[in-house]
């Protein structure tokens, strides 16, 4: 299995409009310490991770206030107007800074329950499968009905969810090709010839490449609404009275 260095890119530059808070929603508290701080924890308690770049607005008052923006494992650099931008500043930093070849693991701030065994069977599926610079991504198959919509909010017509999963984060790329898939990306979009790049995999798939779906197994959603926070916090109060 490869052995290649692995640094975590975490886009935190959102505004988090939905969340209707009154500062953006990684910084929120979730059962005493912010999203932001739950997310780094997880990912530094994955081994193999050996560095987290953490990406913030350049004019972010918050990041400073957190005791792990002093520690020593962990980059701040400034981040985009839009996600995929501010993902292209973390996989930049990366590309220019660790060694020939290591990957980047970009893991939305948002996503504070991650779990170590999922983070960890995504690095070693990608490593193992004989095409690891395909690189991967955590994700679920789709469990609903799924109706395609007309503009009306009439159905059109049911959707085979046969062969669809819907895309979570980490997502593991070698941190070069990410970048240039981010960057080819990025034109195609301005250029207007495709739809807005949502995740680190539709670059790479933009660019002709074929990502490994690994099964995410335990809760792993994103916080984007304010009661996406109350079931976080119910989970997390659930599982660690059971502990
Ligand atoms: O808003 P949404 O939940 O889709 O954002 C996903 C992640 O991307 C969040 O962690 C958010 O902070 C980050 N983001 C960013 N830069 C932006 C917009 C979103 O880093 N300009």
């Keep these: 299995m490869s052995e290649s260095t692995i640094w975590a890119v975490v886009p935190a530059a959102g505004i988090g409009e939905r969340m209707l808070a009154n500062k953006p929603k990684q910084y929120l508290s979730l059962c005493g ?6 997310t780094i924890q997880s990912l530094l308690s994955v081994k193999r991770v050996e560095r987290v770049i953490v990406v913030v607005a350049a004019n972010d008052t918050y990041w400073a206030t957190l005791a792990c923006s ?21 996989v930049s930093y990366v590309a220019d800074n ?21 983070i960890n069977r995504l690095i070693d599926a990608v490593f193992s499968s004989g095409n690891p610079d395909n690189g991967g991504l955590l994700a679920v ?4 009905t799924l109706k395609l919509a007309n503009t009306n ?6 959707v085979n969810r046969e062969k669809l999963w819907q895309a979570q984060t980490p997502q593991l790329f070698r941190a070069a090709l990410l970048l240039d898939a981010l960057q080819q990306g990025d034109a195609a979009t ?3 010839r495709v739809t807005v790049i949502t995740d680190e995999a539709s670059a790479m798939e933009l660019a002709g490449v074929q990502p490994l779906l ?3 197994l335990q809760a792993n959603f994103k916080i984007t609404r304010a009661q996406d926070l109350a079931l976080a916090k119910a989970w997390l109060n659930s599982t660690e009275s059971a502990e």
């Design 33 to 38: 310490k912010t999203i932001l701080e739950r």
């Design 70 to 90: 002093q520690q020593e494992k962990i980059t701040r650099v400034l981040g985009g107007a839009s996600r995929a931008l501010s993902v292209t500043a973390g």
């Design 98 to 118: 660790a060694p020939n070849g290591s990957y980047a693991l970009v893991h939305d701030a948002a996503r504070p329950l991650t779990s170590i065994d999922d």
């Design 141 to 144: 198959p789709v469990q609903d």
């Design 153 to 158: 909010h009439t159905v059109e017509r049911t």
């Design 190 to 192: 301005v250029e207007n």
């Design 214 to 216: 690994v099964e995410s």
